[in-house]
């Protein structure tokens, strides 16, 4: 029988646990301690609980952290780390280095029901929903975890279309009794999911990333499907209603595609569609995916969107590039290992 990993409960299902087993009430708090605080990997490794809880609690739990399968480090300082999940699936995360910032990309679905034209991960398919433990695995078991500033929800899946996971992996990154992170430095991005963009705006502080790549909407029907069930212009209405302050951000997301998107009329549309609200655009180089017609934006169409659209009032800056020699584009080294092992089978 397989046993139950500790690792990803939040300090409510611990207390739960712990009334279970009838351990003292006070071991919940020990265990978050021991699982979020300290570098243990066994439950043996909990020295203030008695060697007859620890027995108690091992009979059916286990820490469960997971190491990756492999690691990829780009030239630039990226590394790009491939962790195994059930179903002999696979996750990238990745490590994204800038000066004094080290930011990791966690995935939050293993593949991703979307099916964005640009996307590699969509072509996976979607496999199943990352639980909050296999979340903060992402986090906690790279090399540079102690050195993480910044966490960023963009890397495989939709992170709204796995809300509940989604958050709890938020209140165990932020809390107190958790790793104690600032929700200032986490942004959680989405295609304009808008049912769970509410409950997410309500119910957190962290930041907001928008995937919008055109403003216009039969366009971005054919780069996204969603657009038929959530138009990206009731999402910037909903994201009109709410109230960010001073010490939230909300960014939209616009890969560059030629001659697809990146015309004087886009920018005059978003200048439009944006009037109002305090955001950034973030524009991005597109990433070459196999068997894709679509093609990268050159560097002066690529300027002159950016400038005219900060001319606008729009504040616009373009994303570096990272890791483009190791498959830095979402869902390419999964999809290579998938692969791999589905020949394996034949």
Partial sequence: ?????????????????????????FTAKQLSEWLYKKEIFTIDEMTNISKKNRDLLSANFQVGLVASLKVDKSIDGTKKYL??????????????????????????????????????????????????????????????????????????GEPFDNLDEVMKSIEILTSEWGYSLSPKRITVSTIG?????????????????????????EERKSLMPVESVYPIKDVVNEIKKFDFGLQRRVSFEYIMFKGVNDTMSHVNELS??????????????????????????????????????????????????????????????????????????Y
């Fill in 1 to 25: 029988m397989s046993k139950e990993n500790l690792f990803g409960k939040t300090l409510t299902e611990l207390k739960g646990i712990c009334a279970e087993l009838k351990l003292p009430s």
């Fill in 83 to 156: 962790f195994p999940t059930k179903g002999n699936n696979y996750i990238e995360t990745a490590m994204i280095p800038d000066k004094d910032r080290k930011t990791v990309c966690v995935s939050s679905q293993v593949g991703c029901k979307m099916a964005c034209l640009f996307c590699m991960t969509g072509r996976q398919g979607f496999q199943n929903n990352l639980t909050a433990g296999e979340i903060v695995n992402q986090y906690r078991s790279i090399d540079e975890w102690q050195n993480i500033t910044n966490i960023v929800y963009m890397g495989m």
């Fill in 193 to 217: 999911i808008i049912p769970a963009m509410k409950k997410f705006l309500e119910n957190s502080t962290c930041h907001l990333a928008v995937s919008m790549h055109t403003p216009f909407d």
């Fill in 272 to 345: 439009k569609l944006l009037n109002g609200v305090r955001c950034r655009i973030n524009l991005i180089r597109f990433h070459p995916i196999p068997d894709s017609t679509l093609q990268g934006s050159d560097e002066e169409t690529l300027l002159k969107f950016k400038e005219t659209l900060n001319n606008k009032g729009v504040f616009t800056t373009i994303r570096s590039s990272r890791g483009e020699d190791i498959f830095a584009a979402c869902g390419l080294l999964s999809t290579i290992e998938l692969v791999k092992n589905q020949e394996k089978d």
